[in-house]
């Protein structure tokens, strides 16, 4: 069996869920405590994408920021693909993480993204609109609806960028 490694980053706002994301993925955990991550955090799991081939993601979940500036350099290099994760309850979570990956493109150029909508247990509390999702509903990138809490398309989300890094 061949095994890929790819390193993928989580990218976003703080208190966006990302570290709460990546322990429900490596781990299948989920905790109320509101834990900040300081510069980054990093976490492996190993994928079977098929009986031929396996990919080790190595994951870095960065310290929030809503700006790109504000993140290192180093953190980003040598990434294969990135998750931006937004929270649905905070609008201002959309602006920064659409203005991170604008930065990045222009960066790293053309680089896989999957788009986390996350805190989806908590629609009746969102303050992002129909209309707001659509401009986040791109050929370019598969968006999630995910809930870190209660586990939906957590794995998929994450599945789904592993799946990308084979082509």
Known sequence: MKILQKKICLLGDFGVGKTSLVA????????????????????TKL???????SIKLIIWDIAGENSLKKISQTY????????????GTRMNTLDGALDMKRGIRELLGDIPFVVLLNKYDLTTQWELTAAHIERLNTPQEQL????????????????????????
């Open 47 to 53: 994928i079977a994408v098929n009986d031929e081939l």
């Open 76 to 87: 980003l290099r040598g990434a294969a693909g990135f998750l931006l994760v937004i929270d």
């Open 144 to 167: 999630f609806f995910t809930s870190a809490k209660s586990g939906e398309q957590v794995e998929a989300a994450f599945n789904a960028l592993s799946y990308v890094l084979t082509l």
């Open 24 to 43: 429900r993925f490596v781990n299948n955990e989920y905790s109320e405590k509101y834990l900040t991550t300081v510069g980054v955090k990093m976490d």
